[in-house]
Nanobody
Framework: QVQLVESGGDLVQPGGSLRLSCATSGSLIRFAAMGWYRQAPGKLRELVASVAASGYINYVDSVKGRFTISRDNAGNTMYLQINSLKPEDTAVYYC?????????WGQGTQVTVSS
């Protein structure tokens, strides 16, 4: 079983930036197709950014140009750089496999965008 730990969320004003981290043991992230999901209050969890084992990266249209997904060389940490934050980005952010979540969900990290 894989344990995922998300961190880096915070309360930020619109237009601000954050870098989220997703950590696990070993190099599991390197060998798996991974993505960042988010769940806003009262809404279903949605996939917003992903990186395949090959390195192919994809984003949903709503975050293109603002979000950047990456992972370190060791493969034990994945990142989500978020720029130009909008109030609609407010959500709990999670990491997991794609196209479906195969591992147990972590606690997520809260991103709140408010003036």
């Amino acid at each position: 079983q894989v344990q995922l730990v998300e961190s880096g969320g915070d309360l930020v004003q619109p237009g601000g930036s954050l870098r989220l981290s997703c950590a696990t043991s070993g190099s599991l992230i390197r060998f798996a197709a991974m993505g960042w999901y988010r769940q806003a209050p009262g809404k279903l969890r949605e996939l917003v950014a992903s990186v395949a084992a090959s390195g192919y990266i994809n984003y949903v249209d709503s975050v293109k140009g603002r979000f950047t997904i990456s992972r370190d060389n060791a493969g034990n940490t994945m990142y989500l750089q978020i720029n130009s934050l909008k109030p609609e980005d407010t959500a709990v952010y999670y990491c997991n496999t794609i196209p479906t979540a195969r591992w147990p969900w972590g606690q997520g990290t809260q991103v709140t965008v408010s003036s």
